[in-house]
């Protein structure tokens, strides 16, 4: 288990999937998310990290991508929360904790989606006061978040190099552009003649799989960036 303690207490579902468990877990989050707010998202990450992750945030975060029962419950085809909700709601717990009640509570939801990427929590609860003190709106925060960000980036001096593209980014890069994707550039009647009837059917099975894959890359896109 790469990124995990060998000595450390196996969580539950982690080693081989628990069905009873994923199936129960996901009728219980899909009970919650009937309901949108903070209580909903304290509630569902509360939920997650007693279910699969001995309540700790950090296992969530070291151990998640290689929890076989967690892995399950994300891709369950009647689980109605995406997986970036669950990452927002087990960010949420984590992030309550470190501030007071009274200012953790005073924040929507999605002020606290806003908050999460800010390190720290001396830089949360500057921010957070902030928020509820003059009572700013989502759009707002945002602005303020992005303009503490780029204070802190500054500090921190110049970055050495580009960043690292990740690799999703470089496969999508290799796929031809718009104006290469016609018929005619992609194959000819010629390059059918080498195809058998089942070859062909294999050949629109692959490519509709992979167009399946890029929808997928295409929502979670969407998703990350309508935090």
């Known amino acids: 288990m790469s990124g995990a303690n060998p000595l450390a207490t196996a969580l ?3 080693s081989s999937v628990d ?3 994923v199936e129960r877990t996901v009728n219980e989050l899909n009970e919650l998310h009937k309901t949108k707010g903070l209580e909903t998202a304290r509630a569902m990450g509360e939920r997650l990290l007693a279910a699969f992750f001995a309540g700790e ?5 070291d151990r998640g991508k290689d929890h076989l029962s967690f ?3 994300t891709g369950h085809e009647h689980l109605t929360v995406s997986y970036t909700f669950l990452y927002h709601a087990v960010g949420v717990v984590e992030q309550l904790g470190m501030l007071p009640p009274e200012l953790g509570e005073a924040l929507s939801f999605s002020h606290h989606k806003l908050l999460l990427p800010v390190h ?3 830089a949360k609860l500057r921010l957070a006061r902030r ?9 707002a925060f945002d602005e ?7 204070r802190s980036d500054a500090d921190q001096g110049p970055r050495r190099g580009r960043p690292r593209l990740p690799g999703f980014v470089k496969t999508l890069k290799r796929l031809p552009r718009s104006r290469e994707l016609s018929i005619e550039r992609l194959f000819s009647d010629q390059d059918f003649e080498y195809y058998t009837h089942a070859d062909a059917r294999r050949l629109l099975a ?5 167009l399946e894959l890029l929808r997928k890359v295409a929502q979670e896109l969407r998703e990350r960036i309508e935090r």
Request: charged share 40%.
């Open 12 to 14: 539950p579902g982690e």
């Open 19 to 21: 069905v009873e468990l």
């Open 57 to 61: 945030a950090q296992n969530f975060r």
């Open 71 to 73: 892995r399950a419950l």
């Open 120 to 122: 720290g929590r001396d």
């Open 131 to 139: 928020a509820v003190l003059k009572r700013l709106s989502v759009r």
């Open 144 to 150: 303020d978040v992005r303009a503490w960000r780029e």
């Open 206 to 210: 692959e490519t509709e799989a992979s």
